[in-house]
């Protein structure tokens, strides 16, 4: 399911969240990165037919989401996890699944549990699917999520920070079975953690307070950096020129990664980038440093 999206505002009251935003996604699994407050959330909303657009055109397959029908239409065929989905602590996983499945319209019981169940095998859940989600933990919680913007085989499916909170084992194996999902549907993805992009998205779009700054191949966003990405060590004060990306202490020094449009120290060194670098490099010439 395609996604077109030209000259898009939102807002809340005297808040602007979305400025002029244009975006195009065609299939597969698509990444969307900003910071806090940059709008990843509203637009998610916007495509997932909760709320309407303010200004703008967004289509999504055929469908109009500027018109309730059109909003509709796509509800009834994406699956949304939204950043805090509300659970209900003494349902199980079946159960909660049924219930929604209900709710989407699988009226017919047998195909219901069918779906249910194989659902709950997919998302690796079928061990605890009898108990009650009260105990649950944050990847478990995730799992549920998912699998229940599943139900019904979306072609679209929108995330929304699914790692936030997980432990490190827990982020791989979940942003892998999202990735496992994007053969034949659009997965949209939206995060903070740059990492969980670079593992699994061949395209990304890049927020910025309410603007689209970048979109294209993760590996353009990660040439970004190529040429300014530098690493030195030193025993005396920080860099101050450019971005410290990181700061390693060993035995002799600190080792800093900067990313500077000028070499930080006649020792540092040219290295390659990361897409974090890239989108550090990104941010830095986007967003002007705030004045020492
Ligand atoms: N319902 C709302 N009412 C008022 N302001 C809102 C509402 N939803 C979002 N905003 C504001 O719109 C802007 C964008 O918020 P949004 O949640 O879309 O950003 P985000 O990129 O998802 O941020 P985060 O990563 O912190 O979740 C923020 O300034 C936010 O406070």
């Known amino acids: 399911m395609d996604i077109a999206i030209t000259g898009l505002h939102r807002s809340f009251g005297r808040v602007t969240a979305l400025r002029g935003v244009d975006l195009t996604v065609r299939g597969g699994m698509f990444g969307l990165l900003g910071g806090n407050g940059a709008g990843k959330t509203t637009l998610m909303r916007i495509m997932a037919g909760v709320i309407a657009p303010g200004r703008g055109q967004v289509r999504i397959g055929e469908h109009d989401m500027t018109t309730r029908s059109g909003r509709r239409n796509v509800q009834r065929r994406l699956g949304y996890v939204p950043q805090d989905l509300g659970f209900y602590p003494d349902l199980s996983p079946r159960e909660f699944l049924d219930y929604v499945a209900l709710l989407k319209g699988l009226d017919d019981a047998t195909a219901r549990r069918r779906q249910v169940g194989e659902l709950l095998d997919l998302v690796g859940l079928a061990d605890v699917a009898g108990r009650r989600m009260k105990g649950f933990s944050g990847g478990m919680r995730r799992r549920v999520g998912i699998a229940q913007a599943l139900l019904g085989d979306p072609a679209l499916l929108i995330v929304d920070e699914p790692t936030a909170g997980l432990d490190p084992q827990e982020r791989i194996r979940f942003r892998t079975l999202l990735a496992g999902l994007a053969g034949e549907r659009t997965v949209l993805l939206s995060t903070h953690i740059v990492e969980d992009i670079a593992q699994t998205c061949h395209d990304t779009a890049v927020l910025a307070a309410g603007r689209v700054i970048y979109t ?42 900067v990313i500077s449009q000028a070499r930080p120290s006649p020792d540092a060194t040219s290295v390659a980038p990361t897409l974090e670098d890239g989108y550090v490099a990104l941010m830095q010439r986007h967003i002007p440093a705030p004045a020492a």
């Open 216 to 257: 294209g191949s993760v590996t353009d966003l990660t040439r970004t950096a190529e040429g300014t990405t530098w690493q030195m060590t030193t025993t005396g004060a920080p860099p101050t020129d450019g971005v410290v990306v990181s700061a390693v202490t060993r035995e002799g020094g600190t080792q800093y990664r």
